[in-house]
T-cell receptor, first 116, second 115 residues
């Protein structure tokens, strides 16, 4: 059972336009969310995160929106650049764990292609 | 400062063999976790080590094991390899582990092909 879902395997956007990547989750215990970007043959790189006490977090061209009631988050990239072409992973974790740590649960990723 | 270093980057093994992968975390980071990435399943958590102790484990068979040394370096081992173990194995480090608000930094991964 997939607890973090990225329903769009791929997305193509024109350079300069907005890219919107979506992520849905089912586990109501999740309340910290991260986005990672991954180029081929490289490890994922942390992009931006958001905790459940916020509904928006912004860092330069990247903004993450969280809708807790809908269990949905999205990553907006404005303006999109060709160098943004990569696979984007959404990840989630709960606040508390009886084991003292918790694992990140990842979505399967969305491949973004920014067309010059 | 140096990032997360994984060795070897690429390797090919035969079914039934075993393999050991190594990970050196970012200096000062005490938590090391391992993930498996396959095209069909995405990134799946294997286990996390903190101060030489396994703190958390994902849903993988006992053929997958790991350990962490006193210098925080970690190894993972897969015994009796199966074709389905072919994947990118990613190591990640962080200061205090998978705790709320901590950022996890990934290495470039070890590509394992089982033939």
């Amino acid at each position: 059972d997939q607890q973090v879902k990225q329903n769009s395997p791929s997305l193509s956007v024109q350079e300069g336009r907005i890219s919107i990547l979506n992520c849905d989750y089912t586990n109501s215990m999740f309340d910290y969310f991260l986005w990672y970007k991954k180029y081929p043959a490289e490890g994922p790189t942390f992009l931006i995160s958001i905790s459940s006490i916020k509904d928006k977090n912004e860092d330069g061209r990247f903004t993450v929106f969280l809708n807790k009631s809908a269990k949905h988050l999205s990553l907006h990239i404005v303006p999109s650049q060709p160098g943004d072409s990569a696979v984007y992973f959404c990840a989630a974790s709960p606040r508390y764990s009886g084991a003292g740590s918790y694992q990140l649960t990842f979505g399967k990723g969305t491949k973004l292609s920014v067309i010059p | 400062k140096a990032g997360v270093t994984q060795t070897p980057r690429y390797l090919i093994k035969t079914r039934g063999q075993q393999v050991t992968l190594s990970c050196s975390p970012i200096s000062g980071h005490r938590s090391v976790s391992w993930y498996q990435q396959t095209p069909g399943q995405g990134l799946q958590f294997l286990f996390e080590y903190f101060s030489e102790t396994q703190r958390n484990k994902g849903n993988f068979p006992g053929r997958f094991s790991g350990r962490q040394f006193s210098n925080s370096r970690s190894e993972m081992n897969v015994s009796t390899l199966e074709l389905g173990d072919s994947a990118l194995y990613l190591c990640a480090s962080s200061l205090a582990g998978h705790r709320y608000g901590n950022t996890i930094y990934f290495g470039e991964g070890s590509w394992l092909t089982v033939v």
